[in-house]
Structure formats: structure tokens, C-alpha cells
């Protein structure tokens, strides 16, 4: 699928009225970020940012606290506050953006920046059909309040990451979200999670075996050990990449992300153990997925909130609410039930621990539980400091941050990577195999969320298509020399629309490499799908080019921007157009979705001009 089209990508420096569209609001950023909008650690200044939560004796959000109170270190060594802020959950108002002109549009988050924003994040992957409807039914009656005064989105996690509903306050939205099983909303089951009827079917075959056929009963436990291994295996991958993509929609939101997690089966081994000598020790074949995830979190501000979803089940300091549901729980083998429930509040507590939010079990309330979410993720102080140690050698490097007061309790993220852009990628490319599919292609699957990583901005016209040349005998790609082909499905046919595309990025959101004779250099990919109203794409193309501007073109660049362009044919039963950009450098990814319904023809946009 990936070709180098010289003759359908190309350089270019943007106006300045489309300068302006994409960079007023990457501006609105009040801390230190890098140049792509997102917090960074610099090799040579490694600038951190830190969201500390302080839980005062009555388990409520400590205010009030001035810089002098923290005393911060990184690996044992003291290190200097270089900025303080306190966050109260205040919404400060801001001008919202205008709306684009008509055939424009943006990635670029149309939030409102402000202290914090609450991501609902309903996993069917790791939890029972029956724990899934009772987490709706709470949310349903925690969004009954009149005035939430919070920003939510929901997110769904099955075999894939999910967007039913983007950032409101509007509780009637979210709710219709909840409610609409046509987007994905409803309970699902999941085949990669053990049912409570089927383990127990299970024990009662190896108690049946155990007194007359003893090695046949260890049989019996064994397969189903290995079996449950291997789909827990498949769940932390699919759970791994999920968080990896919400951390790529959230990044270019300003400002920290709280995510309530409702899930009944918490994967062990999806993020470090910053409290371990060798952080990685209880890790197995997953260690750099966990390490990219964890990084992209750290990046992005999100705090993960776990949030159990089968109600009591032990006694627990954040239980609360009555108790209707414990009719409901099934008992196969207690001792084993026992085991399997404290690893899961143990990877619930490392995931929080370690992301600088709490984990929340024991409780028949979930309303409670998400209210001390808001509360616990929206009062806050954020602590910026530069590290005494500017070595990108990739090592993970715990944070400390305490009070000169003591006998209260912080929450913050517990380290980071001291990784460049650049070593990310390598690492993760050496042990494994090149992966069969470009990387771009796993953000461009319909019902994915968009990749706001890299703001990305596409000026959109239509027309009619000119003639379909012949496709070649030896493969269905595009010629690099017939830009007309307009994609690279050879079967199109019938009657088609030509779309015209211009991708326009923000050169600082790119991450160029030195090159010979004072160049610099960026590979990138781009693609544009078709999807039809299944969500099977119809068309589509892929690209790869490298971009390899001179000084004074690339200092232009730095203020106007980069424009690449690509031209692809839709079928009358064409939707939707999906647009992407993945910088192969800094392995990162902006992405759009365009109902096709809202391009207005090339000659319209002339005559209303």
C-alpha cells in the first residue's frame, strides 16, 4: 500500500490566512509544550510538568497551598520548581474559535481551555454483560443532575476505542449518547473474558474429575489456565492500543484529562511498577507497548480514574451507597474469587498510583465514585520543572513530590521516559518485525477516534472525476506518475466525485531531522479512505514522502506551515472521507473525519465568493 507520489504530495508555504487558522488556537497552551502542541522532555532542557492532587484528612482536595510547601526530586535528586499553579475547577471564559469557512476543517479540539476535563470510558472488553447494564443505569441517573458544570466525553472500549460522544456539559447529550445502541453504546459481549457461569462450569468439571481421575482434573485446569492466559494476553494488547489512541485524541486538549475507567477486569500488566526496583520486573513480553503507553499518558496529562464495575465485593475506605446487587454475584470458588478480586484492585491501584489519579472499589454507587472523580481531578496544582539530568538514554526516572507539611495524601503522575521522539521509535521497532500495515492505517479504521497529536487542518473541494486510467496488470496501487488516478481501488466504478484535498500542518507540530547541505528533513505518510455507510471503505490511498526544505525554506515553514495535496475519486455510496498524516520521525499522528455531505462543490464556493 505505500508508495512515494512525488507528483501528488508537495511542499508548499501556506498563507497567512490559513497560518492563522491553525495556530490561534494552539496559542491558547499556558504551559510549556514542544512542537506539537503537547508537553515535552527536551534532551537538553527536559522540561516537566506534574498535576499534584493534595487529600487533605477528610479525603477532600487540600486548597490553598503555595509553591515553598512542595519539595520535589526526580531519582533522589532535588530539583527546582519553575513554575506553580493552582487549579480550583474554575472555567475561565474563553472565546470560542469562529466557524471555519465552508470546505474547512480542523482536528483542533473545540474545547474551551480550562483546569480539567472528564473522559467516561465504558469497557465491555474486560467486563461482564451484567456489570456493563449496571454501569449504564448509574450513569443514566448521574446525568439526571440538572447543572453538571463539567465538560464529559464517552468513550467506548470493545475490540476497539470508540467515540460515541464528544466533549459537552449538556447531560440530555450524554445521555442520548448512552442510550443509542446504534454507535456502539450498548452492552457487549465480550469473547475474550471468561464468564462467571463458565468458570464456575469449569471448577465443578475439575472437583467432578478430582477424586477418581486426578491427573484428568489437572488436565482439565491446565487448559483452562492456558486458555484464560491467552486471552488476557489479547485483552492488555487491545487494551494497550485503546489507551494509546485516547492519548492521541486527548493530547492537543489543554490542560489535565480525567478518565473514569468502568471496567470489570483491570489488565495486570499494562503500565509499569514505579515502585519496583526494576520498574518493568512484573512485565513479560508487553514491556514496550507499556512503555508507550505510558509515555503517551504522561504527555497528553491524563489521569486514569478505575472505577470497578461489579459493585461490592469487599469492604473498601471509598465504599459507599446501599447494597441491591449483592444478589446478584456468583460464587464458584471463594478462595479463588478472593485471589483474582485483590489482583484486580491491585492493578486498579498501580494504574491510578502511577497516572496520578485513584482507584475506586467496593462501592454500589458509582454516582459518588465519579463525583470524587470531578472533585479529586479538578483541584489541583501544576508543578513545571527543568531535570538536572538532560540524558536521553531512555531510562525511566521516578519523580518524588511531598509536602513539608506532613499526614496528607498526594496523587501524581510517578515518572517518565527519558526518551527523544526519535529513541521511542527505535526501541520499539528493534525487537519486533516491521509491522505488515503502515502505521497510519490503525488511526484511519471507521468508529476510531481522531488523532489530534498533530493538528491538521484539510481544505476540501469536489468535482467532477476525469477518466480512470486502465489499471496496472502487476498491482492495484496508484502510478506515481498519473496523480489523476484519484486512489487505488481498481474496481471503482459508475459514476465518480473527484475531492481534492489539501493538508495544511503546522511545521512545529512536525519533527525534522538535520540533513546534508544545511536541509532538514521529515518522512511523512498521508492517506485519505472513503468509507461507505457500513464503514467499508470504498477507495482510498496512501503515500509516503520525505520532505527536504533548505534553511530559508524551512524558517518560512516554521511561521506559514507545510501543505501536502492528494486527490481521490468517491462512488455515489461514498459517505464519509477519512484524512491522515503520520510523521514517521517523531511517530505521531493528526487525523479527520469529513462527512462527505458537508463539502460544497468547487463551482458553489466560487459563485458564493
Request: glycine letters at 6%; proline letters at 8%; a negative charge.
Amino acid at each position: 500500500m505505500r508508495q512515494r507520489s512525488c507528483s501528488a504530495l508537495r511542499l508548499a508555504l501556506l498563507t497567512g490566512g490559513f497560518a492563522s487558522l491553525l495556530y490561534a488556537p494552539l496559542q491558547s497552551q499556558t504551559a510549556p509544550s514542544d512542537n506539537n502542541g503537547t508537553h515535552v522532555f527536551q534532551a537538553n532542557a527536559r522540561i516537566v510538568v506534574l498535576d499534584v492532587v493534595v487529600m487533605g484528612k477528610n479525603n477532600h482536595p487540600l486548597t490553598g497551598l503555595h509553591q515553598q510547601d512542595f519539595v520535589l526530586s526526580e531519582d533522589g535528586h532535588p530539583q527546582t520548581i519553575t513554575h506553580f499553579e493552582e487549579h480550583t475547577g474554575a472555567q475561565p471564559l474563553q472565546v470560542t474559535p469562529p466557524d471555519p469557512a465552508p470546505n474547512i476543517f480542523t482536528n483542533i479540539p473545540r474545547v474551551k481551555p480550562s483546569d480539567a476535563v472528564t473522559v467516561l470510558l465504558f469497557d465491555s472488553l474486560n467486563t461482564p454483560l451484567d456489570d456493563q447494564r449496571f454501569v449504564r443505569e448509574q450513569m443514566l441517573k448521574y446525568l439526571k443532575k440538572p447543572d453538571l458544570g463539567r465538560r464529559i466525553a464517552i468513550f467506548t472500549l470493545g475490540t476497539q476505542l470508540r467515540l460515541i460522544q464528544s466533549f459537552t456539559d449538556d447531560p440530555a447529550l450524554l445521555a442520548a449518547a448512552i442510550n443509542n445502541r446504534k454507535n456502539g453504546a450498548g452492552p457487549e459481549t465480550s469473547t475474550l473474558l471468561q464468564s462467571t457461569a463458565e468458570m464456575a462450569a469449569t471448577q465443578e468439571t475439575i472437583d467432578a474429575l478430582m477424586p477418581y481421575a486426578p491427573e484428568a482434573a489437572a488436565k482439565v485446569k491446565q487448559f483452562d489456565a492456558e486458555q484464560n492466559s491467552e486471552r488476557g494476553e489479547a485483552r492488555i494488547k487491545l487494551t494497550l492500543e485503546a489507551l494509546q489512541e485516547l492519548a492521541h485524541y486527548l493530547a492537543a486538549i489543554p490542560g489535565r484529562k480525567n478518565v473514569a475507567w468502568f471496567s470489570g477486569a483491570f489488565p495486570v500488566a499494562i503500565i509499569p511498577d514505579a515502585t519496583l526496583p526494576e520498574e518493568f520486573g512484573v512485565q513479560r513480553d508487553n514491556q514496550q507497548e507499556v512503555h508507550k503507553t505510558d509515555a503517551l499518558l504522561a504527555s497528553a496529562q491524563v489521569a486514569i480514574y478505575p472505577i470497578a464495575a461489579e459493585g461490592v465485593a469487599v469492604d473498601s475506605s471509598y465504599s459507599a451507597g446501599g447494597d441491591p446487587r449483592l444478589t446478584q454475584q456468583h460464587v464458584s470458588n471463594p478462595h479463588q474469587d478472593t485471589q483474582q478480586r485483590n489482583a484486580n484492585h491491585a492493578a486498579m491501584d498501580l494504574i491510578a498510583k502511577d497516572t496520578g489519579g485513584a482507584a475506586f472499589y467496593g462501592t454500589n454507587s458509582l454516582t459518588d465514585a465519579l463525583d470524587h472523580v470531578t472533585d479529586h481531578g479538578s483541584y489541583f496544582y501544576t508543578l513545571t520543572y527543568t531535570s538536572t539530568n538532560p540524558a536521553t538514554d531512555g531510562r525511566f526516572r521516578k519523580i518524588q513530590v511531598t509536602l513539608a507539611r506532613p499526614g496528607y495524601e498526594l496523587a501524581y503522575r510517578r515518572g517518565y521516559y527519558a526518551d527523544d521522539a526519535k529513541s521511542v521509535q527505535a526501541a520499539a521497532a528493534q525487537p519486533e518485525p516491521k509491522p505488515p500495515v503502515e502505521p497510519l492505517s490503525r488511526f484511519l479504521r471507521p468508529g476510531v477516534p481522531q488523532s489530534t497529536q498533530i493538528p491538521l487542518t484539510l481544505r476540501v473541494t469536489r468535482g467532477p472525476a476525469p477518466p480512470r486510467a486502465a489499471p496496472a496488470a502487476a498491482s492495484s496501487h496508484a502510478s506515481a506518475g498519473n496523480p489523476n488516478q484519484g486512489g487505488d481501488n481498481p474496481n471503482l466504478t459508475g459514476a465518480l466525485t473527484r475531492y481534492s484535498v489539501d493538508f495544511m500542518i503546522p511545521a512545529r507540530a512536525l519533527l525534522w531531522d538535520p540533513a546534508p547541505g544545511d536541509h532538514r528533513r521529515v518522512t511523512l505518510e498521508a492517506a485519505l479512505v472513503v468509507y461507505n455507510r457500513e464503514g467499508k471503505a470504498v477507495n482510498w490511498m496512501l503515500r509516503q514522502i520525505t520532505l527536504n526544505p533548505d534553511a530559508a525554506h524551512y524558517t518560512t515553514a516554521q511561521t506559514t506551515g507545510v501543505n501536502l495535496f492528494l486527490e481521490i475519486d468517491a462512488p455515489d455510496n461514498g459517505v464519509s472521507l477519512c484524512g491522515g498524516v503520520y510523521d514517521l520521525n517523531a511517530n505521531l499522528a493528526g487525523t479527520l473525519q469529513i462527512p462527505l455531505s458537508a463539502v460544497v462543490s468547487s463551482s458553489a464556493t466560487t459563485s458564493s465568493r
